[in-house]
């Protein structure tokens, strides 16, 4: 059982979202007539249609939060606590992100969104105190 196995898996998922990103953005570009030669700031990307911002919007999340998450998995694997609770938080992790993400990429009804995100916080919180909890073994009294 590791941490890993589940950072793995998010990181497979932002490489889906990255493709799902060009896979829109590059149309839609090609559609609004925009040279990616002469764009020099975001705000350039407006006129791309809100969908399309969604997927970007995602991917540029899924390099905020989850770079906790990738600390904390390593973090628990080389400290040697990937036990079964870890591996399971670490798998809850991956599973709320990318549910987060089919919200922000499709519906994106930021109150369900929020929630998600927050669940997802949640779990970090917990892996993280379960790490720190580790840190100091019970002392046998005499």
């Known amino acids: 059982m590791s941490t890993l196995t589940p950072l793995l898996a998010l990181i497979v998922w932002t490489f889906v979202i990255w493709f799902w990103m060009y896979a829109t953005r590059l149309p839609a570009m090609r559609a609004a007539k925009l040279d990616p030669a002469r764009i020099k700031r975001?705000?350039?990307?407006?006129?791309?249609?809100?969908?399309?911002?969604?997927?970007?919007?995602?991917?540029?999340?899924?390099?905020e939060q989850p770079t906790i998450f990738y600390a904390l998995a390593i973090y628990s694997h080389l400290a040697d606590m990937a036990d079964p609770?870890?591996?399971?938080?670490?798998?809850?992790?991956?599973?709320?992100?990318?549910?987060?993400?089919?919200?922000?990429?499709?519906w994106n009804f930021v109150p369900v969104r929020f929630l998600v995100f927050n669940l997802g916080t949640l779990v970090l919180i917990a892996m993280t105190v379960r790490n720190v909890i580790a840190l100091f073994p019970p002392r046998v009294v005499m």
């Open 42 to 63: 975001k705000e350039e990307l407006d006129v791309l249609p809100v969908g399309v911002k969604q997927i970007a919007d995602n991917y540029a999340h899924l390099h």
């Open 85 to 106: 609770i870890n591996v399971a938080l670490a798998w809850t992790y991956v599973g709320i992100r990318i549910v987060h993400s089919l919200i922000q990429c499709t």
